[in-house]
């Protein structure tokens, strides 16, 4: 399975960003995905998760009501919308994927063996 991520960029406090992590390859069924960030010098941060079927979806208490995810399993797609961007949400967001059983604690990224490259996001 690759996953590739996308969508990042340079944005204005206040503004908007959709990203995408589409999943490829070997996909045997539907998988649970998490999403994660890593800001310099900081530790990887758990952000969401969303379950192979999209009805059990979670989030770090930080970013409830900012960060929404969503998938489009026909496309194997996972998006992530985040609004009000704040200057400390500058990292690099990463997608992860595994098969089910997945874990709903947004922190466990060790179940996850599949990961994308990142996508980063700047604000100021």
């Known amino acids: 399975v690759q996953l590739v991520e996308s969508g990042g960029g340079s944005v204005q406090e206040g503004g908007s960003l959709r990203l995408s992590c589409a999943a490829s390859g070997n996909i045997y069924g539907t998988y649970c995905f998490g999403w994660f960030r890593q800001a310099p010098a900081k530790k990887r941060e758990g952000i969401g998760y969303i379950g192979k079927d999209g009805s059990t979806i979670t989030y770090e208490d930080s970013v409830k009501g900012r960060f929404t995810i969503s998938r489009d399993s026909a496309k194997n797609i996972v998006y992530l919308q985040i609004d009000s961007l704040k200057p400390e949400d500058t990292a690099m967001y990463y997608c992860?994927?595994?098969?089910?059983?997945?874990?709903?604690?947004?922190?466990?990224?060790?179940?996850?063996?599949?990961w994308g490259q990142g996508t980063q996001v700047t604000v100021s």
């Open positions: 992860a994927a595994d098969v089910p059983p997945c874990s709903y604690d947004v922190r466990d990224a060790y179940q996850y063996n599949h």
